[in-house]
C-alpha cells in the first residue's frame, strides 16, 4: 500500500469510530436503559480484549491477510446456504430467457437501501434496454416522494416485486448476475453462489466491499451517480455476464468459502468452549490497554531517535544475535 492509501485508511478508522461507532453503541446504551436491561460499559476496541471470545460472520474468502486477536473466530456467513426451490412463477420468469441463452439478472439494493427519483429513473432505463429477464426486488416502501412503478416505465422483460427470497435465487440455476448495493450478506451470499455482481454501494461498508469485489476479479463498482449515465449500469451488466473471467473468479470465491461446518455450528462451538471454560480469559490481549502511543511504538522509535549512534545499533544487533543465535550467518556478519 502506499503512503496515501495508509493515511486513508488511518483516517477511515478514526472517522468510524468517531461518527459511527461511538454513536451507534450510546443508542444500544440507551436503548437497554429504556428495557431495562443490563449494558456493561463498552467500545468497540475494548469489546475485542474485554471479551471471551468474539464471533465474527465474516469469511475469509472475502478478506485481504489481517492479523486479529486470538479470541476472534471467523466463522463464515450464516445465512448463506445451499438453494431452496423457488415457486413456479418466480422459476418460470427467470428460465425464461434460457432458449435465447440469456441469463436472468437479479437486482436488489438491500433492506434499508433506497435510491433517488433520478437514479430510479436511471436504473429502469438500463434494466429496460437488456434482453435478458430481470427481477427486480422494488418494494412501493423503496419509491420516494409519490413516485410510482408506472412512472418508472419498466419494459416487459422487467419484473418487480416487493420481497424475494435472495438466497434461493441466486443459487437458481437461471440467474447468471446480481446488481446489488454491496451489503455484507450480499455479497456472501453471492460468493457462496458463484454470481457475479455489479455493485452500486450507497452507504457503511458496502464501498469498501465493491472495491474488494473488484479486486477479487467477480465484480464490477459503480457509483450511484453513474445509474444517470447512458449504458454504464447495462454494459456493466453484460461484462459480468460475458467475460468468462467474472464467472471464473466467482467460482474460485465459492472454493474458498466452501466449509464441511456451517458457521451457525462453528459459532455454537466458540459459545460451548467459553460456557465450559467459565469464560475464562487466558487468551487476553493487551492490546487496548496500552495508550495510543504505546500501541503505534512511538515511544520505543524516540528511544531509538534520541541515541542515534553506535551503542544503539550495538544493541539491536546483541538482541538479535542472542534470538537467532550463532548459527545465522546474517546477524554474523553484522557483527564483522
Not at 110 to 129: I, V
Not at 168 to 185: E, H, P
Amino acid at each position: 500500500m502506499t503512503l496515501l492509501q495508509r493515511a486513508t485508511n488511518l483516517l477511515a478508522s478514526w472517522a468510524i469510530q468517531l461518527f459511527a461507532m461511538q454513536p451507534l453503541l450510546r443508542s444500544l446504551g440507551a436503548l437497554a436503559d429504556d428495557m431495562g436491561l443490563r449494558y456493561p460499559e463498552f467500545h468497540s476496541q475494548s469489546g475485542v480484549s474485554e471479551s471471551a471470545a468474539v464471533i465474527s460472520t465474516l469469511d475469509w474468502a472475502f478478506e485481504y491477510p489481517f492479523p486479529v486477536p486470538p479470541k476472534v473466530h471467523m466463522v463464515g456467513p450464516v445465512l448463506a446456504s445451499p438453494a431452496k426451490p423457488l415457486p413456479n412463477e418466480l422459476s418460470s420468469f427467470l428460465s425464461s430467457g434460457l432458449q435465447k441463452g440469456h441469463k436472468a439478472i437479479f437486482v436488489s439494493m438491500g433492506t434499508l437501501g433506497a435510491l433517488k427519483k433520478s437514479e430510479l429513473h436511471g436504473m429502469a432505463r438500463e434494466l429496460s434496454s437488456l434482453p435478458n429477464p430481470v427481477l427486480w426486488k422494488l418494494p412501493a416502501s423503496d419509491l420516494p416522494g409519490n413516485l410510482t412503478l408506472a412512472d418508472l416505465q419498466l419494459g416487459s422483460n422487467v419484473q418487480p416485486i416487493d420481497w424475494a427470497p435472495q438466497n434461493d435465487i441466486l443459487g437458481y440455476s437461471g440467474v447468471g448476475a446480481f446488481v446489488t448495493q454491496g451489503g455484507a450478506n450480499s455479497l456472501a451470499e453471492a460468493i457462496f453462489h458463484a454470481i457475479p455482481v455489479v455493485v452500486i454501494a450507497l452507504t457503511a461498508d458496502q464501498p469498501p466491499n465493491a472495491v474488494k469485489a473488484e479486486f477479487f476479479g467477480f465484480g464490477i463498482p459503480l457509483q450511484p451517480a453513474q445509474l444517470h449515465e447512458e449504458k454504464v449500469v447495462s454494459a456493466s451488466i453484460q461484462r459480468v455476464l460475458n467475460e468468462p473471467s467474472f464467472k471464473a473468479n466467482a467460482t474460485k470465491m465459492q472454493r474458498r468459502m466452501h466449509w464441511t461446518r456451517h458457521p451457525a455450528e462453528k459459532a455454537a462451538d466458540v459459545v460451548e468452549k467459553v460456557l465450559l471454560t467459565g469464560g475464562e480469559d487466558w487468551l487476553q490481549t493487551g492490546q487496548h490497554t496500552l495508550t495510543w502511543w504505546q500501541n503505534s511504538l512511538l515511544d520505543s522509535l524516540q528511544e531509538g531517535a534520541a541515541t542515534q549512534d553506535q551503542p544503539c545499533q550495538a544493541t539491536i544487533v546483541l538482541l538479535g544475535w542472542s534470538w537467532q543465535g550463532s548459527r545465522s550467518a546474517f546477524w554474523r556478519s553484522m557483527l564483522r
